[in-house]
Each structure stands twice: as structure tokens, then as C-alpha cells.
Nanobody, 123 residues
Framework: VQLQASGGGLVQAGGSLRLSCAAS????????IGWFRQAPGKEREFVAG????????SYAGSVQGRFTVSRDNAKNTVYLQMNSLKPEEAAVYSC?????????????????WGQGTQVTVSS
């Protein structure tokens, strides 16, 4: 499974971005997808995840209510809508896939990773 994240960029604090994660597999709906971010000097952290069917999702407490994860299995794509962005959320955002429907917050639980997309938030 190959993953490609896109949609990052520069946004002012309080602004919005929508990230996309495109996958190259014919069995996309069998994979849970997680979004993670990593800022310089910090550990990679879970942001949001969605189950294979799209009926389940999970969020880090810090983004709950501002970020929304969704997926379109017909397009093999998962989205992360990020609203009210904060400067401290600037990081490289990556998507990852794990076989099965359950979402996991640990990076080690995911088998496939995309390259990531840079999100910069100016104050």
C-alpha cells in the first residue's frame, strides 16, 4: 500500500486547511487510516483516525471539535479538515494505514506510511 499525503501549506493562526491522503490499493476499505504529526524536536503524535468503513473515528483531545477526519473509499482517499489552526500545530502531517477496522493511536501499530505534508501556521 502506498500513501501520499497532500494539502499542506502556510496558513494564518485561526485558519483552515484540508489534507488528503491518497492510497494505492484495491482493498482500501479494509484499512484503518491514522493521521499523525511531528514537529521538529518532538515525538510523532496521533491526531485523528478513521476506520475502514468510515463509521468510526477518533481524535486527540487537543484537536477534538476543530479537526474532522473523513474518507471516500470510492476515491481511495482520506481527508483531514483542520479548522482554527494554532501556531503550535505546525508540523509535518503524515497518514498511515493498518489492516483492519480498529484505530490505534500508536504509530507502531501502522504498517504503511506516506511521506507527509508540511503545515505551517503563522501567528
Amino acid at each position: 500500500v502506498q500513501l501520499q499525503a497532500s494539502g499542506g501549506g502556510l496558513v494564518q493562526a485561526g485558519g483552515s486547511l484540508r489534507l488528503s491522503c491518497a492510497a494505492s490499493t484495491s482493498t482500501f476499505s479494509r484499512y484503518a487510516i491514522g493521521w499523525f504529526r511531528q514537529a521538529p524536536g518532538k515525538e510523532r503524535e496521533f491526531v485523528a483516525g478513521i476506520g475502514g468503513s468510515g463509521s468510526t473515528s477518533s481524535y486527540a483531545g487537543s484537536v477534538q471539535g476543530r479537526f474532522t477526519v473523513s474518507r471516500d473509499n470510492a476515491k481511495n482517499t482520506v481527508y483531514l479538515q483542520m479548522n482554527s489552526l494554532k501556531p503550535e500545530e505546525a508540523a509535518v502531517y503524515s497518514c498511515a494505514a493498518r489492516f483492519g477496522s480498529s484505530i490505534d493511536i500508536m504509530p507502531g501499530a501502522y504498517t504503511y506510511w506516506g511521506q507527509g505534508t508540511q503545515v505551517t501556521v503563522s501567528s
